[in-house]
């Protein structure tokens, strides 16, 4: 989805996202995003990575890096928990071809189908504050969820500024 489509209006935001928590703080990512979800396993590091950058793994053949995902958008990491999993996603990567990657939660909530009426427009934290990463936020059951625009978060030239809870 890109930057326009993500602006021109809430309807082109509705559809399925994949909830999780990152820090206690409910997350949602397009669910057509997502290849499959797996359980934490053990992270091979790789040296001379930035600090968001956990290693790999390899999942059925294939070397797949994993982003911390609390580090990557700046947030403080809660305590580790059996909840922990690794969320495999695919995003465009150089020359627009698709690479996946697993990103480290801390807990997968549910998917949840988000209709125009569910979502609002990203709030305005004032001009100085850059909220690129969020496409918008939802509204689900009296709670609020972040919606993130991961291809702009993971894509290798943006490092976006510390994403501050609501």
Known sequence: ?????????????????????????????????????????????????????????????????????????????????????????????PENRPIHLGLAVDAVEEVCQLAAGDIEETPDFGSALDTACILAVAKVRNAVKTLLDIDYILAAQTVPPPLRTL
């Not at 956990?54 to 700046?74: E, Q, S, T």
């Not at 947030?75 to 922990?84: C, G, K, M, P, V």
């Open 1 to 93: 989805m890109t930057r326009i489509e993500a602006t021109s209006g809430k309807t082109s935001l509705a559809g399925k996202y994949l909830a999780f928590l990152l820090n206690r703080q409910s997350y949602g990512i397009p669910v057509l995003k997502v290849l499959e979800i797996i359980r934490m396993t053990a992270i091979t590091p790789v040296p001379r990575m930035p600090a968001y950058v956990k290693g790999v793994i390899n999942l059925r053949g294939k070397i797949i890096p994993i982003i911390d995902l609390c580090a990557k958008l700046g947030l403080e990491h809660a305590a580790s928990t059996e909840h922990a999993c690794l969320v495999i996603v695919q995003v465009p990567g």
